[in-house]
């Protein structure tokens, strides 16, 4: 017996021995080893190339330089290819049969195999060593493979979609790696980079190679990488000279088109001083001419405007901006009136700053200019503007490219700060400036 707790009592302080020297050992230095873990970049929206530019321009490109793809560029293309664009249910760029997502992006670099994560956006090491020439050996020696920085493989696992669809399952999942496929090609050409898909390839091998799960099956190979000879669309990306600021806005024309009567005169000075200010003596407009009464409260009329010009007879060439002001008369057959919603298209076709506050933004609506855009109102419009395929923005003020829109002119974030009516005459202001403003 006490033999048997000597022993125990070795075996412990050996423990604690063991403990102790670990702790102190020094951290193990930085062999130049991977990272285990890349985090990429947040991906870009709004690029400088159009979806029908890409679409022109892309080609199967098989001659690469030397040049290696930066982090930025390998994390835009994951995302183009799988990344999440809907956080709470976890839609990605391509669309899966039943959300189940079978296909697996993997990227080969130099200094080895990478898991795309969609969920986090980043990259994780799967195996520490650069299997290039590898698969450049199981893919019949195509060169390009061989020459190509970096190259995207999609794996899927056919099972996982034959457990709801069945018979389908292997077709859905071709279909997906091949919408898959076309966004990595779409977004390398939006980045002036070659790409081509190759197909003939030793699945198995490469599988073996990779050291892929089982079930998972490799579809497709998609090396990326700098042409030897640029597209065109490379002009394309390089930054346009910054359009000049101008100064000196006597030479600009603005309309300010109010409703026939009961106008908001805080929609109207915000503006109106904020022009004169600069020089500018804008127009006044509206379905009539002659005087225009303001908002009356508790029977008591505040102010009354002179129209001196007919809304109908405005010409879109004399104008540089139209302001469009709000108030209780700015509704009914005001804000469906043919010939407002005819100005209001053909300034927005032209690429002029159109403008409106509070209730008369709905008008844009019925117009038809918003699709897409981003935009606010006094909540009276937000329906509206929402079934119009417009952003709606609980911002009292919202700029998108030359479309400017202010909520309720009464209301100011701080008390003490400038109302909305006087911030919405600054943006159109800044925007007649041509500075790059969003608000």
């Not at 650069?130 to 696992?157: E, H, W, Y």
């Not at 197909?199 to 990488?225: M, R």
């Not at 000196?248 to 009961?262: G, T």
């Given at each position: 017996?006490?033999?048997?707790?000597n022993?125990?009592?070795?075996?412990?302080?050996?423990?604690?021995?063991?403990?102790?020297?670990?702790?102190q050992?020094?951290?193990?230095?930085?062999?130049?080893?991977p990272?285990?873990?890349?985090?990429?970049?947040q991906p870009?929206?709004?690029?400088?190339?159009?979806?029908?530019?890409a679409l022109?321009n892309?080609?199967?490109?098989?001659?690469?330089?030397?040049?290696?793809?930066t982090?930025?560029?390998?994390?835009?293309?994951?995302?183009?290819?799988?990344?999440?664009t809907?956080?709470?249910?976890?839609?990605?760029?391509?669309?899966?049969?039943?959300?189940?997502?079978?296909?697996?992006?993997?990227?080969?670099?130099?200094?080895?195999?990478y898991?795309?994560?969609?969920?986090?956006?980043e990259l994780?090491?799967?195996i520490?060593?650069d299997?290039?020439?590898?698969?450049?050996n199981?893919?019949?020696?195509q060169?390009v493979?061989?020459k190509?920085?970096?190259?995207?493989?999609?794996?899927?696992?056919?099972k996982?979609?034959e457990?709801?669809?069945?018979?389908r399952?292997?077709?859905?999942?071709?279909i997906?790696?091949?919408?898959?496929?076309q966004?990595?090609?779409?977004?390398?050409?939006?980045?002036?980079?070659?790409?081509?898909?190759?197909g003939?390839i030793?699945t198995?091998?490469?599988?073996?190679?990779c050291?892929?799960?089982?079930?998972q099956?490799v579809?497709?190979?998609?090396?990326?990488?700098?042409?030897?000879?640029?597209?065109a669309l490379?002009?394309?990306?390089?930054?346009?000279?910054?359009?000049?600021?101008?100064?000196?806005?006597?030479?600009k024309?603005?309309?300010?088109?109010?409703p026939?009567?009961?106008?908001?005169?805080t929609?109207?000075?915000?503006?109106?001083?904020?022009?004169t200010k600069?020089?500018?003596?804008?127009?006044?407009?509206?379905?009539?001419?002659g005087e225009?009464k303001g908002?009356?409260?508790?029977?008591?009329?505040?102010?009354?405007?002179?129209s001196?010009?007919?809304?109908r007879?405005?010409?879109?060439?004399?104008?540089?901006?139209?302001?469009?002001?709000?108030g209780a008369?700015?509704?009914?057959?005001?804000?469906?009136?043919?010939?407002?919603?005819n100005?209001?298209r053909?300034?927005?076709?032209?690429?002029?700053?159109?403008?409106g506050?509070?209730?008369?933004?709905?008008?844009?609506?019925?117009?038809?200019?918003?699709?897409?855009?981003?935009?606010?109102?006094?909540?009276?419009?937000?329906t509206?503007?929402v079934q119009?395929?417009?952003?709606w923005?609980?911002?009292?003020?919202?700029?998108?490219g030359?479309?400017?829109?202010?909520?309720?002119s009464?209301?100011?974030a701080v008390?003490?700060?400038?109302?909305?009516?006087?911030?919405?005459?600054?943006a159109?202001?800044n925007?007649?400036?041509?500075?790059?403003?969003?608000?």
């Amino acid at each position: 017996m006490r033999t048997i707790i000597n022993s125990i009592s070795v075996l412990f302080l050996m423990l604690g021995c063991s403990s102790v020297c670990f702790s102190q050992n020094p951290p193990a230095a930085d062999t130049g080893a991977p990272a285990a873990i890349i985090k990429l970049p947040q991906p870009k929206i709004n690029g400088v190339v159009s979806l029908e530019q890409a679409l022109e321009n892309r080609r199967s490109i098989r001659q690469f330089t030397d040049e290696a793809l930066t982090i930025d560029q390998i994390g835009q293309i994951c995302w183009a290819a799988q990344g999440v664009t809907e956080p709470n249910r976890e839609f990605r760029t391509a669309p899966s049969p039943g959300a189940i997502y079978p296909i697996q992006l993997y990227v080969f670099l130099p200094d080895g195999l990478y898991l795309y994560a969609p969920a986090r956006h980043e990259l994780s090491l799967v195996i520490d060593k650069d299997l290039r020439l590898s698969i450049f050996n199981s893919s019949f020696n195509q060169r390009v493979v061989q020459k190509a920085p970096c190259t995207f493989m999609l794996a899927g696992d056919v099972k996982k979609v034959e457990a709801k669809y069945r018979s389908r399952g292997e077709r859905f999942t071709y279909i997906e790696a091949g919408h898959i496929a076309q966004n990595i090609q779409l977004q390398a050409t939006a980045l002036a980079l070659g790409s081509v898909p190759i197909g003939v390839i030793d699945t198995k091998t490469i599988a073996q190679i990779c050291k892929l799960p089982i079930g998972q099956e490799v579809i497709y190979l998609i090396p990326v990488g700098n042409p030897t000879k640029k597209p065109a669309l490379a002009n394309i990306l390089q930054p346009a000279p910054a359009a000049p600021v101008i100064t000196d806005l006597r030479s600009k024309h603005v309309a300010i088109i109010v409703p026939n009567k009961y106008f908001n005169d805080t929609d109207f000075y915000g503006v109106q001083q904020a022009l004169t200010k600069e020089g500018i003596q804008p127009v006044i407009a509206s379905t009539t001419i002659g005087e225009v009464k303001g908002i009356q409260v508790m029977g008591i009329q505040r102010n009354i405007l002179t129209s001196t010009v007919l809304l109908r007879d405005l010409k879109l060439q004399d104008f540089d901006a139209f302001v469009f002001v709000g108030g209780a008369g700015f509704g009914g057959n005001f804000l469906n009136n043919v010939d407002t919603i005819n100005l209001v298209r053909s300034a927005s076709s032209a690429g002029k700053i159109i403008a409106g506050i509070s209730e008369s933004p709905g008008i844009f609506a019925y117009a038809d200019i918003v699709r897409g855009k981003n935009v606010t109102s006094s909540t009276s419009q937000r329906t509206r503007l929402v079934q119009a395929g417009a952003k709606w923005q609980r911002n009292l003020l919202v700029v998108d490219g030359n479309l400017i829109t202010a909520g309720d002119s009464t209301t100011s974030a701080v008390v003490g700060s400038p109302n909305v009516g006087d911030r919405f005459g600054t943006a159109v202001i800044n925007i007649l400036k041509g500075e790059k403003i969003t608000y």
